[in-house]
């Protein structure tokens, strides 16, 4: 039996007052005729209290009413078995995400969540359908709906805790929002595969920290019948957080940014080298008020060491505190020019090779030319980094162009004429392109810029993405369609194409269909041609990748360098071990913060080195508050108020229901009242009883 409102049963401890009132109650006196007392001993007068029950049956009857009472007042109802199937149909619906970012490797949050994982599985009734996802960039779920119903509900939880017994909080950014997605429709669709159309929930147990992203869920349109309720974790831990990560420096200098969080008690901290290569060098401390950040020069770098971890003390919580710089090391290659300008007519594309691709502190660049007193050699000590064809190759060159480019090598072309199409047609292997000499009225403007592309990336920003300013004088018109995997990355205002990329085997071939000669455009003159140029040197083979920064999650790019190094390759990741590269080799992921080596088979000299550092976003450890998931569509369930009824509203309504049509409160009523009646006339006999007989009772 349940009662639809229980605590009217506490009118039940009134049956206390008629065990009171039989405990009180004194006999009356009533007259008793006796014969002379005179030759009766004197005696004092003994005073006694009647304190027994002498109605037992009596007592009980009366108690019985009052406690039928209070049970009428309850709502009496049985819960049949038909509302026992409908609560099966009805069963809840519900995911559990559990946050395994690099944040959570905070001091016992991960023993946090596993505890209150528990209390969240706890929850769920028998009928009760939960899938548990982890989360950290990714989500991944390890434990479906379907292995859930396969386990009896006394064991599920338990269940659930084996299978996260080896799970442990990686090195990855906090994807909330990709999480949220995935959980969200994954339960619209196991739910639906049975038929279920009642409210779905989605339990988030994670810190919650303020640098979780939900950026994906601002195009998401959210369920209407999902819920999300909110488990946070380690509200109890300081909420001083200081993190650290590399910063770009332009004059060479190693340079860091270090970021306080709000609310931080602590903004004094040092930062010094920690690699067991390194001499201990100088430390510097820094000074950072809470909810700001400072971008600072660091100690003195190491000498004679590839990488160097840059360290911040004074912290409460260590997991950010480190940071992986690779040591600067001069970068020396050579950019072949072939073409038979003139180097000292500025009038001409030789001219501006050197200022293009100026030496700095990170690059030693040398130029040379093909048909000139410096003959190129592909085998050159110095490697080869970029080749810039101006005019026609020969035959005899076009052999060595089109194998330099299909081994992993950049080659921009210059077509300056439309007869030089058909070198471009050679080295790419095809028969011939159409081509012409387009017809320009006045001049021509860049248009559709592909900013996607690695070198015209840096030009996205509207600050730097116009392009007006630049004019073409000439151009060569040629024909699209007849280039295959042709990508476009900017045509003119006329609709021809301006630059276009082919790739050839591992490398590619960039060609411009005008020149930066002052009779074809005032390219030399631009202030974006250096910043293009040297982006599309960024992108070829072999850059220092001695000074690469990468961020875990990040793919290490050691595709790139394979035309630097003979036999195979492999990778050393920061823990020791070693994986072999190959073709046959899929992508490979930084998962860890630390240096990845790339070297040689039999070689321990690194060809390549790799610094890989955390997410920025994961030192954001203040709370993310719920109107945040709420600004960008997300349906937050609440927490209940203090006072309000724990049972779920749907519950309430379908009691009621199933109280009305029983109405039992009816039948207990009618037992009162027969009762009562019977405990008057019960009562009364037992009065009429008590008085002698043949003697009227007396008024009480």
Known sequence: MSFLTPLYLLGALAIGLPILAHLIRRTPPRRQEFSSVAFLTPAEPKVTRRSRIENWPLLCLRALVIVLLAAAFARPFWRTPAAVVAADEDARWAAVLVDTSASMRRDGLWDEARERLGEVLGEYGPFDHVGVFTFDSSPTLVWNWEAWSRQS??????????ALEDVQPGWRETNLGAALIAAAEALENESAQESFAGPLEIVVVSDLQAGSRIDELLGYAWPGQVTVRLAPLGRDLSPDNAGLQPAKASDGAQRVRVTNADDADAQSFVLDWSDLQAEPASAVEVAVPAGQSRIVRAPQTPENVD????????????????????????????????????????????????????????????????????????????PIRLVLLTGIPAEEQIGPLRDYVRTGGLLIDVLQSSDAVAGLASLIGMDGIPASEAEVDGFSLLTDIDFDHPALAQFSDPKFSDFTTLHFWRHRRIEAGEIPALRVLARFDDGDVAIGEIPLGEGRVVFFTSGWNRADSELAVWSKFVPLMNGLLETARGLNFQQSQLTVGDEIPWRAIRGTAEGGLRLTRPDGSRVPLSDETESVTAEAPGFYTVSAEGDPAPVARFAVNLPASESETAPLSADELESVGVAVNRPTPVGAEDQPTEQRLEDSEVEQQQSLWRWTLLAVVILLLMETAWSGWLTRRSVAPGEPARAR
Do not use: I
């Open 153 to 162: 509900p006394g064991q599920r939880a338990a269940s659930v805790a084996v």
């Open 307 to 382: 990488g160097a971890v840059l360290m911040l003390r004074g912290d409460a919580h260590a997991f950010d505190n480190a940071c992986y710089v690779t040591v600067p090391q001069q970068d020396k290659f050579t950019v072949a020019y072939v073409g038979d300008d003139d180097p000292d007519d500025p009038a001409e594309h030789r001219f501006y090779v050197e200022p293009l691709f100026a030496d700095t502190e990170q690059r030693d660049v040398t130029v040379v030319d093909w048909n000139r007193e410096t003959a190129m050699s592909f085998a050159a000590e110095s």
